[in-house]
């Protein structure tokens, strides 16, 4: 017996070809580069032709997160698409996959949907001192942009979101507070 579920390629393409029929995206899943790959994908694949013609681009998110860098290449991805996308945080939003939802020209969360915003977290084990040291500079550097990000997209300051970011535990919100934060336009 298979230990996973294999759905037949036939019925995967239609699915798919449904979708981007229906210009809908889903983000499910970890900020990591194959994901952000797909994202940037898709986003090329749905803004081929004329202009003129764009129509909006439902993204549909649920992500704990994950790499800073590879979520510095998704926000380009989402901040440059000349089509305007509608985002729907479904499920979880958290760490960097806050950002791609900030940037999102229109975001709309369900009301079951759970954020967490963080600092940067560092992943490396045996680091020497010296590195520990300068990778501290870039996190503070990360965190500052982030909250920089944050209060460009939404209705709280800089510091607001900052004071979150330098704080050393994870803050867990729901869709009430992040329409009262402007992090969303809308709850469904």
Known sequence: MADKFDMPQDILGRYWEEE??????????????????????????????????????????????????????????????PAPIHTLAIGQVSSMAISLLAVSPQRTASRHTRFMIHSVAWDKE??????????????????????????????????????????????RFAAKEALEWGLIDEIV
């Not at 993204?59 to 989402?78: K, Q, R, T, Y």
């Not at 680091?127 to 709280?156: C, I, N, P, V």
């Open 126 to 171: 045996d680091t020497m001192a010296r590195d520990m040291r300068m990778a501290g500079e870039a996190m503070e550097e990360w965190d500052a942009w982030q909250a920089e990000l944050l209060a460009e997209y939404t209705k709280k300051p800089k510091k607001f979101w900052q004071a979150m970011l330098d704080d050393t535990a994870d803050h």
């Open 20 to 81: 981007a029929a229906a210009r809908r995206i889903w983000f499910l899943g970890g900020v990591n580069e194959s994901n952000i790959l797909a994202l940037c994908i898709w986003l090329k694949k749905l803004t081929d032709g004329d202009p003129r013609e764009y129509q909006p681009i439902q993204l549909f998110l649920s992500s704990p997160g994950g790499s800073f860098w590879d979520g510095l290449a998704g926000v380009a991805a989402i901040e440059l698409c």
